[in-house]
């Protein structure tokens, strides 16, 4: 069964109502040019109240990995999602030094080759629709199917597939994929960093039945 993980979480209510409705990862940004940043104290306040075993995952861009490190380790993230411009060295190190997942996001741009993603060593890789102006969160679908025959060859336990996502065609994305995971921010909210619940029951549940 497809995974879902609930980006851009920047209130308890709304971790409660994507925990409450099967999801399985909630994503905190700590990326201070987007519009769902969470400062990380803010975050810790969400974290603190939920349960132990719910999976956080911290979303950096081109943090120093001190800093990525610490706000993890304060935070008692599980992973940490890398949606910069953070190379193989960035990665290893990160794993080296902490016990978290890492999840490395590629932006699909025309002409982006898939096997590009290969042997960066990251536990999971996710694919986003390239914006020129946002590091995610932008909306903007995928070619599922052309990106499907590529992920089931390469990458068939590991990808989270991102960009476009709604309650309406998550499960389609998800038969032409067959990703890992799904990851959805903007298909789920009323207003950035807002969610509405019935959305993200809409979602969670036709992904989970895809």
């Not at 999840?103 to 890789?125: D, H, L, M, Q, T």
Request: hydrophobic share 40%.
């Amino acid at each position: 069964m497809t995974k879902v993980k609930i980006c851009g979480i920047t209130n308890l209510k709304d971790a409660r109502f994507a925990l409450d409705g099967g999801a399985d990862e909630l994503g905190f940004n700590f990326y201070k040019k987007s519009k769902r940043y969470i400062a990380p104290d803010a975050a810790a306040t969400i974290v603190e109240q939920l349960s132990i075993d719910t999976r956080t995952v911290g979303v950096f861009v081109n943090e120093p990995i001190e800093t990525v490190l610490d706000i993890s380790r304060s935070l008692g993230l599980q992973g940490v999602q890398l949606h910069g411009d953070e190379d193989r060295l960035y990665i290893r190190k990160l794993l080296i030094n902490s016990m978290l997942f890492v999840i490395k996001a590629f932006r699909v741009a025309p002409g982006f080759v898939i096997s590009s993603a290969v042997n960066w060593k990251a536990n999971y890789e996710l694919f986003d629709a390239f914006s020129p102006h946002e590091r995610g969160g932008t909306g903007r679908s995928l070619d599922w199917e052309e990106l499907g025959i590529a992920v089931q060859s390469w990458f068939p336990d590991s990808a989270y597939l991102a960009g476009g996502l709604t309650p309406d065609n998550v499960g389609i994305a998800i038969r032409m994929v067959r990703p890992y995971a799904v990851d959805v921010a903007s298909g789920v909210e009323s207003s950035p960093g807002k969610k509405d619940r019935n959305k993200l029951e809409a979602f969670i549940r036709n992904a989970k039945i895809a």
